[in-house]
Nanobody
Framework: QVQLVESGGGSVQAGGSLTLSCAASRSTFNCMGWFRQAPGKEREGVATIYTRGDIPYYADSVKGRFTISQDIAKNTVYLQMNSLKPEDSAMYYC???????????????????????WGQGTQVTVSS
């Protein structure tokens, strides 16, 4: 049973920063990443990383503001979020996938259905 444990969410004012962490119970995933879902909206990809090549991918809406990174020894991925905006408010989910997809599933419309493992989510709220 794979577990993904997220931490680091919270409330912050616009322009602030937060760092999310996701610790996996095992390694060997080809891709890990972060997706988010706001009330009434579809789950969307934020940032993913091809773990074996340490190659990151970002949604256009977060490029230049968010940074995804990994600590292989700790089976952990991070999402550093800077210059946060109210529209970044959402539940953020960690994902881990054994399948190599285009951009590790970022932008894939059925990512929520096909990606192998998901965390429980951590809430991020950005006030104006």
């Amino acid at each position: 049973q794979v577990q993904l444990v997220e931490s680091g969410g919270g409330s912050v004012q616009a322009g602030g920063s937060l760092t999310l962490s996701c610790a996996a119970s095992r390694s060997t995933f080809n891709c890990m990443g972060w997706f988010r879902q706001a009330p009434g909206k579809e789950r969307e990809g934020v940032a993913t990383i091809y773990t074996r090549g340490d190659i990151p991918y970002y949604a256009d809406s977060v490029k230049g503001r968010f940074t995804i990174s990994q600590d292989i020894a700790k089976n952990t991925v991070y999402l550093q979020m800077n210059s946060l905006k109210p529209e970044d408010s959402a539940m953020y989910y960690c994902a881990a996938d054994e399948t190599v997809r285009r951009k590790c599933g970022l932008g894939q419309s059925d990512a929520a259905q096909v990606i192998d493992y998901w965390g429980q989510g951590t809430q991020v709220t950005v006030s104006s």
